[in-house]
């Protein structure tokens, strides 16, 4: 069976390296000071999305992204692992944008795509980290979803068998397709670049970056239309302004504030058992454990 295969991927800063200099004064991220990365769980995702391609000859994986510019590298970065096509979603418009503008951006995006199995994301981004785009985009697009995939056990009759991770234990579900699915850390950790990919694949391109002084690549790009990263707008997607960026995000942040824990009073334990029974003893009785 031939697979369309949707991987929505976000470009994040890598806050798991987060040094001083990372946050701004006001409490918001400083993104200049931290690299810009893949998000992890989009890459379990992709890994997802390969091994249904391989299991299935003749399927097709297009990487959806929603983000500035220089968001087109996550796009590269899918081709080089073994994805077919990349769609940067970029527009002022789309600025500011909640989860709930976001998702409505992302599905709108979906259907210009147009015929999908499968649309596959990760659980949740490591700077938003609130795991509700994936099944917002599944109920804008009225499908079945199933959250915390880690495994996709079988394809059959149009119906997908798979693994969810819950609290102590696996889930088997079984869901009709078209259908989105969030993955997890859990699911296999995606390959690495492929060399020969990673090759030919580095001069793919948006528009804007054809656009800019220095473009190297123009005649290979011609030549080569899997070279050619797609640029959609706001008008491409057919999208509707007021539902989109900070006019379409009902979310209002109304203060950022930096919290710092500071140690009013301080013990020193040994670590004799007389002591460690005295620590645990007088954390029973504070209820900080038991
Ligand atoms: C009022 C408000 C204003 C905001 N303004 C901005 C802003 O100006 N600039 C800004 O960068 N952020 C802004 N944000 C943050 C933005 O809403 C989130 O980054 C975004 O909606 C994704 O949410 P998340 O990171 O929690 O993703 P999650 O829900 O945790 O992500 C789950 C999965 O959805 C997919 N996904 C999520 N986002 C994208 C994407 N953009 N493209 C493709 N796939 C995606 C990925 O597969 C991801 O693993 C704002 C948030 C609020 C509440």
């Known amino acids: 069976m031939k697979l369309n295969i949707i991987v929505l ?36 995702a992709l890994e ?17 992204t929603m983000g500035p510019h220089r968001a087109a590298d996550i796009l590269r970065q899918g081709l080089y692992r073994g994805a077919d096509a990349g769609v940067l979603l970029t527009d002022r418009a789309f600025a500011g944008a909640d989860t709930l503008a976001t998702s409505y951006a992302l599905a709108a995006a979906i259907r210009k795509i147009g015929e999908f199995d ?14 509700q785009v994936g099944p917002q985009v599944a109920r ?20 997908m068998l798979v693994e969810r991770s819950i609290e102590n234990g696996i889930e088997l579900v079984e869901a009709p397709l078209p259908l989105l699915l969030t993955v997890d850390a859990t699911a296999d950790a995606c390959r690495p670049a492929n060399a020969y990919r990673l090759l030919r694949f580095h001069r793919a391109a948006i528009p804007t970056e054809q656009a ?36 379409g995000s009902p979310t209002k942040v109304r203060k ?35």
Not at 223 to 247: H, P
Request: hydrophobic fraction near 35%; include cysteine.
């Open 48 to 64: 997802l999305a390969l091994q249904l391609k391989e299991n299935n000859p003749g399927s097709r994986i297009t990487i959806l």
């Open 118 to 131: 499968i649309v596959l994301c990760g659980r949740q981004a490591i700077d938003g980290d609130t795991a």
């Open 212 to 247: 800019t002084e220095g473009f190297r690549y123009a005649e290979q790009l011609a030549a080569d239309t899997e070279l050619q990263l797609k640029e959609w707008s706001l008008t491409d997607v057919d999208g509707d302004a007021t539902r989109c960026g900070l006019s």
């Open 140 to 159: 804008q697009l009225g499908l079945p979803q199933v959250t915390y995939t880690r495994k996709i056990i079988e394809l059959k009759e149009g119906k």
């Open 256 to 290: 950022v504030e930096n919290v710092v824990f500071q140690a009013k009073e301080s013990k020193r334990y040994s670590a004799s058992d007389e002591d460690i029974k005295a620590l645990v003893s007088e954390l029973l009785a504070n209820h900080t454990i038991g």
């Open 9 to 44: 991927a976000k470009q994040v800063p890598d806050t798991r390296n987060v040094g001083e200099e990372a946050m701004n004064s006001d409490g918001t991220v400083n993104r200049a000071a931290l690299p810009a990365i893949f998000n992890p769980e989009d890459l379990n």
